[in-house]
């Protein structure tokens, strides 16, 4: 297998959740509810984020050791131009296709508001500059932003640095559990609201999604400069961090499948809302998704050696799901699978707002061929370079 395959097939699965997640058909569709985030506050946007962190930290950082910082700087802010690139022709696709499509304005509204090629510069330079961000298409420019500015930061974690990045990612991420990000978001959205009444758009709270992004990408330089050897630090005959991975994740397990289905008391529905904004990464989200990736990344690296049968074949399985070819090919070229994914998405929703509502086999069909067209720019990044 390559040397990150298995990576590569995580960041895949997490993309063909993201699609299955993010189609949208009238009166819902059943494979929406077959997800991982029903028995957990862990969500594929989580790891697919953490993941582009640790790549990061594991490719660049490599380069950077190699190169020197200015070369590994420029690789990183280059990447990072071309991903700004994609996501900008997205959104110009979409909106191309709203103004020529019958319906389309009405059908994408929630999702796009009022913007449009002409007659919006406002709403246009809010989008270029990613104080406004349609639907779905809010990954991608996080993990930009988060871009620019890791270079510094991911030379000082090669030089030894960590827990000074650290600790600053942690005094962010506890700054917009305060929501002090308002004291700039609140007089820039103002500036930006245009006529249907929106201004700043995102789903995703800058400062706290950064702790996923630079805990991934801590990682990652660690393991590039040799500061930490992964399978010394997660060993089969020392199984106390799965162990209690697994005694967390299963504490909020009943506790997310009831306050999905409105099965809690208010009371705590209303307390697990407070300490669990999506958005905002709010604690019961940070420690459920530690959790979550420390027993996983146990039972990749340690689990095969582990004595009990049972174990290995958990290992086996996981081992063997993300090490499918399929969910490899769409990893190895993630990010602009991504962007695909949201022109699909789009393509769906409209179908179904003109012409649905469809029965459920369409929809399970029309589901499973996405997860298919979702190779299309994998295969053709891969025929371009062979």
């Keep these: 297998m390559p040397r990150y395959g298995l990576i590569d097939g995580l960041r895949g699965f997490f993309l063909v959740f993201m699609l299955i997640n993010h189609l949208v058909f009238q009166d819902g569709y059943w494979m929406s509810h077959v997800n991982h985030n029903k028995l957990a506050f862990v969500e594929d946007a989580q790891g697919f984020v953490f993941l582009s962190g640790l790549m990061i930290g594991l490719v660049y950082g490599r380069k950077m050791l190699k190169l020197g910082y200015v070369a590994g700087r420029r690789q990183v802010w280059r990447r990072a131009f071309q991903l700004y690139r994609w996501a900008m022709g997205i959104v110009v696709a979409v909106l191309v296709a709203r103004a020529v499509l019958p319906g389309a304005p009405q059908a994408w509204g929630n999702w796009l508001g009022h913007t449009a090629l002409t007659g919006d510069p406002l709403r246009l330079a809010a989008i270029a500059t990613f104080l406004f961000q349609p639907t779905v298409m809010d990954i991608l420019p996080q993990y930009v932003l988060y871009m620019l500015v890791a270079p510094p930061?991911?030379?000082?974690?090669?030089?030894?640095?960590?827990?000074?990045v650290a600790t600053a990612s942690l005094i962010l991420w506890i700054a917009?559990?305060?929501?002090?990000?308002r004291v700039v978001t609140d007089p820039l959205g103002a500036l930006v609201t245009t006529a249907d009444g929106q201004g700043i758009r995102a789903s995703f709270?800058?400062?706290?999604?950064?702790?996923v992004f630079f805990s991934g990408m801590i990682a990652g330089?660690?393991?590039?400069?040799?500061?930490?050897?992964?399978?010394?630090?997660?060993?089969a005959d020392h199984a106390a961090p799965a162990k209690i991975a697994l005694a967390v994740c299963l504490f909020f397990a009943p506790l997310r499948l009831f306050s999905a289905y409105g099965m809690l008391p208010q009371w705590l529905i209303d307390r697990i809302d407070t300490l669990g904004i999506r958005g905002d990464f709010g604690p019961i989200y940070l420690i459920n998704f530690a959790a979550a990736s420390i027993g996983l990344t146990w039972l990749l690296i340690a689990g095969p050696a582990h004595p009990r049968r049972a174990v290995q074949r958990a290992a086996a399985w996981a081992r063997g799901l993300f090490s499918l070819s399929y969910l490899r090919l769409l990893g190895r070229h993630s990010l602009h699978v991504y962007v695909w994914h949201v022109a699909i998405v789009y393509a769906v929703f409209y179908v179904d707002q003109r012409h649905g509502p469809f029965t459920q086999w369409l929809k399970t069909l029309v589901a499973l061929a996405g997860i298919v067209l979702l190779s299309l720019p994998a295969l053709w990044r891969e025929r371009r370079a062979a």
């Design 205 to 211: 709270n800058l400062l706290a999604w950064q702790l």
């Design 153 to 164: 930061l991911l030379r000082w974690c090669l030089d030894g640095h960590v827990v000074p």
């Design 176 to 181: 917009a559990q305060l929501s002090l990000q």
């Design 221 to 235: 330089a660690l393991t590039a400069s040799g500061r930490v050897d992964w399978h010394r630090l997660f060993r």
